[in-house]
């Protein structure tokens, strides 16, 4: 099997560098081979690699800088998503893609499942929720993994911003009524390498059927609050910073953000036969370099 991965500088990206290399022969490609931002870049490289499986972590995911950026953001979550479908399906090719919790309106408090009604609240969650769309409509063989709040030891993230500011404050105020799942990159990226292997072992045989498309929740198990995502980051790092909590009408972004930002896993869970791996264990296996 031929994969081609793209964002291989990003914190999914990376990770998929290690989890996906056992799988085949593995493409990796960065920004000057694959510009999402140039749909005939993204045609004429998926034309010359003619792979059996495109994996594409990459994406805009400034938040708050998309609502001045909302065409950038578009073309790269949302148009060039839908091109990466587009030369799939002419290859007969699958395409693994990941989206967000940020495509609901984070009301109540139950954990969304794959089925509900989308809502995003900002310009980020409105472009990953098209190119799922567009995914859907021009490739056959998709699988769309939605997952939230990740994290992990490089680029920018919760994690590395509250290991920073904990060296230069004793204290800290972070919103507490906002409530998901905290998921490491690797177990996104380890999650989908045993996804992918499953549908391969599954097509042994005489008969090859085509993937089963659709969307899959993907985050670590349990859920917590961004204050005590951070306090849980503190104890483990054997920091001392105070955390207070504070509501997020208390601190004003320019993206509105979801109160509710839980995913309902069971799916992917009954699919592999394994529950998700608990965010505070992920958590201690990111810092502890395990």
């Known amino acids: 099997m031929k994969i081609l991965l793209t964002g291989i500088h990003g914190q999914v990206g990376f990770e998929l560098l290690r989890s996906l290399e056992p799988l085949g022969e593995l493409i990796p490609a960065d920004r000057t081979m694959l510009d999402l931002t140039r749909p005939d870049q993204i045609r004429d490289c998926v034309r010359a690699v003619r792979p ?36 799939a399906e002419r290859l007969g090719a699958g395409v693994v893609h990941y989206s967000t919790d940020y495509v609901f309106d984070g009301s109540g408090t139950q954990p969304w499942q794959e089925d509900a009604p989308t809502g995003p609240l900002n ?56 409530f998901g799942a905290p998921t490491w990159c690797r177990h996104i990226a380890d999650t989908t390498a045993a996804l992918i292997a499953l549908h391969v072992t599954r097509q042994e045989g005489r008969t090859r059927q085509r993937c089963n498309s659709g969307v899959l929740h993907l985050c670590n198990g349990g859920a917590t609050s961004w204050a005590g995502f951070a306090r849980e ?58």
């Not at 938040?63 to 990466?84: F, K, P, S, Y």
């Not at 490739?139 to 920018?156: A, D, P």
């Open 52 to 87: 059996d499986l495109i994996v594409n972590p990459a994406a805009y995911t400034a938040v708050d800088r998309a609502e001045q950026e909302a065409d950038l953001c578009h073309a790269i979550n949302a148009t060039a998503v839908g091109v990466l479908g587009e030369e």
């Open 123 to 178: 310009v980020y969650g409105a472009s990953k929720l098209a190119g799922e769309r567009l995914l859907a409509a021009t490739c056959s063989q998709h699988l769309i993994l939605r997952t939230s709040w990740v994290y992990g030891m490089r680029g920018s993230n919760f994690l590395l911003t509250m290991l920073r500011l904990s060296q230069e404050r004793p204290s800290l105020r972070i919103v507490a009524d906002q």
């Open 233 to 290: 980051i503190f104890r483990v790092a054997g920091r001392d910073t105070l955390v207070e909590d504070i509501p997020a009408s208390a601190y004003p972004t320019p993206a509105r953000r979801p109160a509710n930002s839980r995913l309902d896993c069971t799916q992917l869970e009954q699919l592999l036969g394994v529950p998700m791996e608990p965010w505070q264990l992920s958590l201690e296996r990111c810092l502890k370099g395990q």
